[in-house]
T-cell receptor, first 114, second 108 residues
Framework: KAGVTQTPRYLIKTRGQQVTLSCSPI?????VSWYQQTPGQGLQFLFE???????NKGNFPGRFSGRQFSNSRSEMNVSTLELGDSALYLC?????????????FGEGSRLTVL | GIQVEQSPPDLILQEGANSTLRCNFS?????LQWFHQNPWGQLINLFY???GTKQNGRLSATTVATERYSLLYISSSQTTDSGVYFC??????????FGTGTRLTIIP
């Protein structure tokens, strides 16, 4: 059974650009959540999607957005990139939504903003 | 929201030693997981343990939900155990909250 797949693994952008990250959950999993990890702030929750609906949202500005498709794949987008957006972005999936059950993480997308 | 504290923040041990990592949380939870973050950044599942005790090889974990803490035990440490260990908790539909982690360094 394939794990959670995130693409791209590494990317470099400049300030002001926008970026889209992709996450394919484990087959059969319907919930996808996104986390940002930085040295200063640790692991912070961005948002969770279940059946194409956003169920939970963390405390991030509106420049951070996401969506989920009917096949449960998810994308997150960051517009007008800032230096502080440099981080490891982790995606996780679980069978059902609502925060219960074991979470499985992908390898992450490491974003560098210059 | 739920507050999660992990201790110690850093731990340096000789290969072969045993260690205990602690996770304290401020409120009732129905979901608690332990992860090991490898050098490439991926979070590897260790235990899903909202309550009780589980063992997997040299690793075991115990969660005492009524007293709001969980312990991760690593026995006979190996250099491959090095990395950062996180616990993460939530209750109901709330978002998963991570602790700040314990950085474990195993010296050969």
């Amino acid at each position: 059974k394939a794990g959670v797949t995130q693409t791209p693994r590494y990317l470099i952008k400049t300030r002001g650009q926008q970026v889209t990250l992709s996450c394919s959950p484990i087959s059969g999993h319907r919930s996808v959540s996104w986390y940002q990890q930085t040295p200063g702030q640790g692991l912070q929750f961005l948002f969770e999607y279940f059946s194409e609906t956003q169920r939970n949202k963390g405390n991030f500005p509106g420049r951070f957005s996401g969506r989920q498709f009917s096949n449960s794949r998810s994308e997150m987008n960051v517009s007008t990139l800032e230096l502080g957006d440099s981080a490891l972005y982790l995606c996780a999936s679980q069978p059902a939504g609502g925060g219960t059950g074991e979470l499985f993480f992908g390898e992450g997308s490491r974003l560098t903003v210059l | 929201g739920i507050q999660v504290e992990q201790s110690p923040p850093d731990l340096i041990l000789q290969e072969g030693a045993n260690s205990t990592l602690r996770c304290n949380f401020s409120d009732s939870v129905n979901n608690l997981q332990w992860f090991h973050q490898n050098p490439w950044g991926q979070l590897i599942n260790l235990f899903y343990i909202p309550s009780g005790t589980k063992q997997n090889g040299r690793l075991s974990a115990t969660t005492v939900a009524t007293e709001r803490y969980s312990l991760l035990y690593i026995s006979s440490s190996q250099t491959t155990d090095s990395g950062v260990y996180f616990c993460a908790v939530n209750f109901g539909n709330e978002k998963l909250t991570f602790g700040t982690g314990t950085r474990l360094t195993i010296i050969p």
